[in-house]
Structures are given as structure tokens and as C-alpha cells.
């Protein structure tokens, strides 16, 4: 295999685990979007499942119905909504759905009306963030139609929420202003007569950081890979965290040049004397991002290398120096660093990126390859 990203789901589910014990009041929401931020949704999914995750959190309804099809059948929940989505099949298939406006709310109540089943929904507030979510100034009329959708039948609120902007800088003034307005939001729902299933605000920093935020639900996703959510707040084991995911590849080339050689496009790195150069078969099509011509970390023949010269569509090179490798020997991009590997955050910080980011852009040519299956599967 040229390359593989292996995904422990054990790793996974133990660190679900620990987020629950994390946050033990409030029940958790395994955000599995944009592909379980590159690990796969479905076996992610499913994981998380089985380590007591009660709801699943994708950005599109695309996802979320993609997770009905593939057989899951709890909660879920779906919040990245444009006109004409589609708001039936997501109704029609069980899915809780996020309302930030009432444009949504109109396009949800047509939908419920046209399907003879209520929609069930989650209004969101902008309590700062200023991105997705409904203004303050607004909330008042998204709750009164929603409790006269409600009335009518087409409409139940199950949640509602909101999303912080700056929760991995514990003590940043925005997280306690955000969450004075969030109780503020919510109380003013509740006087209208809304009874929420759900509130729920947190996201992994603040799962791990702020028990004040976690209401009754928290939605956890880079935590839940593994990930520190900020490598300022922690490193993943300070939190008993464990990257989920390891990502290799075979040398396809090892040889002998000499001194002065130049290497890849550009010639950006050229030899400093005779050595070996190996070649790692993964490129930016893959998701290596081409800022780490010339300083991307990379595990070969026991050794941290950095990425010599350009990083190309399907591949890159390293320089062994005077050691030896031969064509198949694996070269480790990142992995949970307990073989001596670098990590997701050591690629970000090489890249000037987040881990989030690096993981997430691993590109569907490279294979994920399933390992830690619970028990007495037999797969
Ligand atoms: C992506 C996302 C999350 C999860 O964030 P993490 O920092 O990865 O835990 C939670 N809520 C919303 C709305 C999101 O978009």
C-alpha cells in the first residue's frame, strides 16, 4: 500500500470516555462532519456510538443523511442550512435540524407541512461568535414563530444553542460574555414558552476547560480524534486524549546522489554533499500541504527528516543524510508521537496551520484503514 491513514477506533472510543467524564452531567454529541474531520463519519460514528455518544453532529444535512443511510438510528443533528435544502428528506428521516433565521423556519414549517410530520428543530443564537446563528436583536421573533409552528404542529424545539469564538483561550472576556447572553437567550425562549430538550454551547475547549458551558449537551469533535483543540491549552494526554489517527507511507525510491543535486520543483533544496535521498509517495493531492516544502517533519529510518524542497502533487523527498533505507521502509508523517513520530500539531506548527486543518485535508487517495474494532466483532 503506498500510503495509509490507520484510525484507532479504540483510541477513539476511549477518548469519547473521557469526555464524558469530562462533561458528566451533560450527554455528548460525537461531531463526525466533513467526513469525521477526515477519520471517516461512519466508523467514527459508530465508535462513538458505542463509547455512550447519544447524538451525532454534522455541519450539512447531506451528512447527517448520509449516516441515516449507513443505518444510524439516533439522534442527529444537522446545522449548516442554505434555501431549498433538503428539509424534507432530513424530516423524513429523523433528523434534528438547526434553524438560524426564519427563512429556515419557513422552509422547515413548509416541509413538515408537506410531509404531515413536525420538524424537529434547534434555534440557534449569534451570542458573539458572529457567523451562523440568529441576532439578539431577532430572537424574539424566530421564538414566537417557532412556539406558533409548534402550535400548529409542524414544528417541535428540541434545542437550543449557540457556538463560542473563542473557548481554546480560557479567560478570553468573550466566553463569559457569550455565555451571559446565551442564559439570557435561553430564558427568554423558556418565558415564551419554549421547553427545550437540549441547550448546549460547548464545543471540545470548552468541554475540556469551562463545566459551566456544558448545559445538557456538549459537542465534541477534535477532542474526540484525539487532538488537543489548541496546543496553548494542552497537549492531547494532558487530557488522557489519544490521536486517533497515524498517517504513513512506503518509500517508493531510496537512492545515492551526490553533492550539489538539486531536489524537486524548483530546485529549492540541493544537496549539501553526497547523501541518500528517499522518496515519501504522498502529496499535496493527499492533503501534504505544500507549505511544508522545506519543513514538514517526517519519521524515517528512526529519525525526524524535514521535507527536502518542494512538496508535489503525489510526492516528496527526504534527505537520510549518511543513513540507509530501502524502497517499502515506512516513512511516519504523524501518529500519537509514541514511536518517536511527529504529530498532527507538530505539522501545523511546521506549516503555520492549525491540527484541525491537517487532518482534516487528508485526501480520499489515501486509504483509512480500520484497527481497535470492539470485541468479539471479528473485523
Ligand atoms: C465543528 C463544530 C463543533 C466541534 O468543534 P471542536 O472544536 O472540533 O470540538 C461544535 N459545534 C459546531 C457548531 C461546529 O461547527
Request: hydrophobic share 45%; aromatic share 6%.
Amino acid at each position: 500500500m503506498r500510503a495509509r491513514a490507520v484510525v484507532d477506533l479504540a483510541a477513539l472510543r476511549a477518548n469519547v470516555r473521557a469526555l464524558r467524564a469530562a462533561a458528566p452531567r451533560a450527554e455528548l454529541m460525537a461531531v463526525v462532519k466533513s467526513d469525521g474531520y477526515g477519520h471517516g463519519a461512519l466508523p467514527c460514528a459508530r465508535a462513538a456510538r458505542e463509547a455512550g455518544a447519544s447524538w451525532l453532529g454534522t455541519a450539512t444535512p447531506e451528512e447527517a443523511l448520509a449516516l441515516r443511510a449507513a443505518g444510524d438510528t439516533g439522534r442527529v443533528l444537522c446545522w449548516l442550512w442554505t434555501p431549498g435544502g433538503p428539509w424534507r428528506e432530513a424530516i423524513e428521516a429523523d433528523v434534528d435540524v438547526s434553524l438560524s433565521g426564519m427563512w429556515a423556519l419557513r422552509e422547515a414549517v413548509a416541509a413538515a407541512r408537506a410531509c404531515g410530520r413536525a420538524a424537529r428543530v434547534h434555534l440557534k443564537a449569534d451570542t458573539g461568535l458572529g457567523r451562523n446563528g440568529c441576532q439578539p436583536e431577532d430572537w424574539a421573533e424566530l421564538v414566537a414563530a417557532a412556539r406558533a409552528a409548534e402550535a400548529e404542529g409542524t414544528v417541535r424545539v428540541a434545542g437550543l444553542w449557540s457556538h463560542f469564538a473563542c473557548a481554546d483561550e480560557p479567560g478570553h472576556p468573550s466566553i463569559a460574555a457569550q455565555l451571559e447572553v446565551f442564559r439570557a437567550l435561553v430564558a427568554q425562549a423558556e418565558q415564551a414558552g419554549i421547553r427545550p430538550e437540549v441547550r448546549h454551547i460547548a464545543n471540545s475547549p470548552a468541554t475540556l476547560t469551562l463545566p459551566e458551558s456544558h448545559f445538557d449537551l456538549v459537542r465534541t469533535g477534535i477532542a474526540m480524534y484525539g487532538i488537543s483543540p489548541s496546543p496553548e491549552l494542552g497537549h492531547p494526554a494532558d487530557f488522557g486524549l489519544r490521536p486517533a489517527m497515524t498517517l504513513s507511507a512506503s518509500l517508493a525510491s531510496v537512492k545515492r546522489v551526490p553533492g550539489g543535486h538539486g531536489v524537486s520543483y524548483g530546485h529549492r533544496y540541493v544537496t549539501p554533499g553526497p547523501t541518500t535521498l528517499a522518496l515519501v509517495p504522498v502529496g499535496y493531492a493527499d492533503g501534504i500541504p505544500r507549505h511544508a516544502s522545506g519543513t514538514g517533519p517526517v519519521l524515517v529510518a528512526g529519525k525526524w527528516r524535514t521535507v527536502a524542497g518542494t512538496v508535489a502533487m503525489d510526492q516528496f523527498v527526504v534527505d537520510l543524510g549518511g543513513d540507509s533505507a530501502a524502497p517499502g521502509d515506512e516513512a511516519v508523517l504523524f501518529g500519537p508521537g509514541d514511536r518517536g513520530e511527529p504529530t498532527a500539531e507538530d505539522w501545523a506548527r511546521a506549516v503555520g496551520t492549525i491540527a484541525y486543518e491537517i487532518v482534516t485535508r487528508i485526501g480520499t487517495r489515501v486509504p483509512r484503514v480500520y484497527v481497535g474494532h470492539p470485541e468479539g466483532t471479528g473485523n
